[in-house]
């Protein structure tokens, strides 16, 4: 199984402030066709994950633009740009190259 | 729009069975294969199953091999999870999930299942 790494686990930000969340696979993500299918989501407190970036950089509808996902092969990352109070709850990467899927730990985000 | 509706969670027993379903509706099932993903609750997210569209392919978390039977029936929507065995290990949130190549996309709000005596 592909093993997903998060850092950091928690992550204290100060409103306004950028964040950013690192994802590391132990093994090449790139599918043999082509694509990479390194997904990230957000979980609020008492709610379902919601996917925000599908395949490393690609913002879902809704969104909002401080929110954009980059990397390739095995280093990912996620950034915020301004952290608002919204923003609190728990991120995960997860890689769909391969069954079975694997996430990563969670980071969880909070106020400072 | 689209909606994923999990049920059949509850209290069992160890070692005792359970069956949970999730309701598609919204989007073209037949083209999405499905999954379940399960949470501890407060813990992290695990895949534990997955079908093909067609359900020419399924798969299972080394976790849940043997004890636990994935189907869907597309001309009824539905996906299913069948559990035998279960443990206390299973105790968790499952989760439904439409999957398009790999993007996850539509989840649903997860059904409880307990697993103690």
């Known amino acids: 199984d592909v093993v997903m790494t998060q850092s950091p686990l928690s992550l204290p930000v100060t409103l306004g402030q950028p964040a950013s969340i690192s994802c590391r696979s132990g093994q090449s993500l790139v599918h043999s066709n082509g694509n990479t299918y390194l997904n990230w989501f957000q979980q609020r407190p008492g709610q379902s994950p919601r996917r925000l970036i599908y395949k490393v950089s690609n913002r879902d509808s809704g969104v909002p633009d401080r929110f954009s996902g980059s990397g390739s092969g095995t280093d990912f990352t996620l950034k915020i740009s301004r952290v608002e109070a919204e923003d609190v709850g728990v991120y995960y990467c997860?890689?769909?190259?391969?069954?079975?899927?694997?996430f990563g730990q969670g980071t969880k985000l909070e106020i400072k | 729009e689209v909606h994923l509706v999990e049920s059949g969670g509850g209290l069992v027993q160890p070692g005792r069975s359970l069956r949970l379903s999730c309701a598609a509706s919204?989007?073209?099932?037949?083209?999405?294969?499905m999954l379940w993903v399960r949470q501890v609750p407060g813990k992290g997210l695990e895949w534990v199953s997955g079908i093909y569209g067609n359900s020419a392919r399924v798969g299972y978390a080394d976790s849940v091999k043997g004890r636990f039977t994935t189907s869907r029936d597309n001309a009824k929507k539905s996906l299913y999870l069948q559990m035998d065995s279960l443990r206390a290990e299973d105790t968790a949130l499952y989760y439904c999930?439409?999957?398009?190549?790999?993007?996850?996309?539509?989840w649903g709000q997860g059904t409880l299942v307990t697993v103690s005596s």
């Open positions: 999930i439409g999957d398009k190549a790999g993007d996850l996309e539509y």
């Open positions: 919204g989007f073209n099932f037949n083209d999405y294969a």
């Open positions: 997860v890689q769909a190259t391969n069954w079975p899927y694997t």
